[in-house]
T-cell receptor, first 109, second 116 residues
């Protein structure tokens, strides 16, 4: 059974702070890793993807991948109240995505 | 910007009835997917579809489910005899291909299915 685990939160950070979201996965053969944002009652919205070990930056977002530790993280710099949402980690499992349960982020003004 | 569309946004049905959920994937995409999310739970994979046939399906996707691409644009999910536990948000997704540069899945807005 391929598993993707996330702390459900809520993770509460003040506006302007860095939010750090973490994800672990069980399938060592996974190649592609995705972060989606989901607002309540809405569909998952892609934030970014990462394939290679190390960091990948896109604006205020940085994804980090460590395949040896089977660990993916997402850093959000200068967090804004509009970033308040559930962040879903997803791992490719061969022509399908396996999702974690999501971490709820609350950014307080 | 191209996007996946889904209709209806909300479907209410009686237990035992058949429902068809419709999706229009992004036009140049080749792989199509259905996922579901029961309220408060994880997004779960149901089925993937490529070249007019099912590529993968999960344990959830049993004989009461079927998918079809009836024309060049629509992709449908049929639930033959709905159960109370089928109540969920159903998301359609599509991707251009299955390589590192093209495997990003884009999700539609979802159809909320309520079975009474």
């Amino acid at each position: 059974q391929k598993e993707v685990e996330q702390n459900s939160g809520p993770l509460s950070v003040p506006e302007g702070a860095i939010a750090s979201l973490n994800c672990t996965y069980s399938d060592r053969g996974s190649q592609s890793f995705f972060w989606y944002r989901q607002y309540s009652g809405k569909s998952p919205e892609l934030i970014m993807f990462i394939y290679s070990n190390g960091d990948k930056e896109d604006g205020r977002f940085t994804a980090q991948l460590n395949k040896a530790s089977q660990y993916v993280s997402l850093l959000i710099r200068d967090s804004q109240p509009s970033d308040s949402a559930t962040y879903l980690c997803a791992v490719d499992a061969g022509n399908m995505l396996t999702f974690g349960g999501g971490t709820r982020l609350m950014v307080k003004p | 910007e191209p996007e996946v569309t889904q209709t209806p946004s909300h479907q209410v049905t009686q237990m035992g009835q058949e429902v068809i959920l419709r999706c229009v994937p992004i036009s140049n995409h080749l792989y199509f997917y259905w996922y579901r999310q029961i309220l408060g739970q994880k997004v779960e994979f149901l089925v993937s579809f490529y070249n007019n046939e099912i590529s993968e399906k999960s344990e959830i996707f049993d004989d009461q489910f079927s998918v079809e691409r009836p024309d060049g644009s629509n992709f449908t999910l049929k639930i033959r005899s709905t159960k109370l536990e089928d109540s969920a948000m159903y998301f359609c997704a599509s991707t251009a291909g299955w390589s590192r540069s093209t495997d990003t899945q884009y999700f539609g807005p979802g159809t909320r299915l309520t079975v009474l």
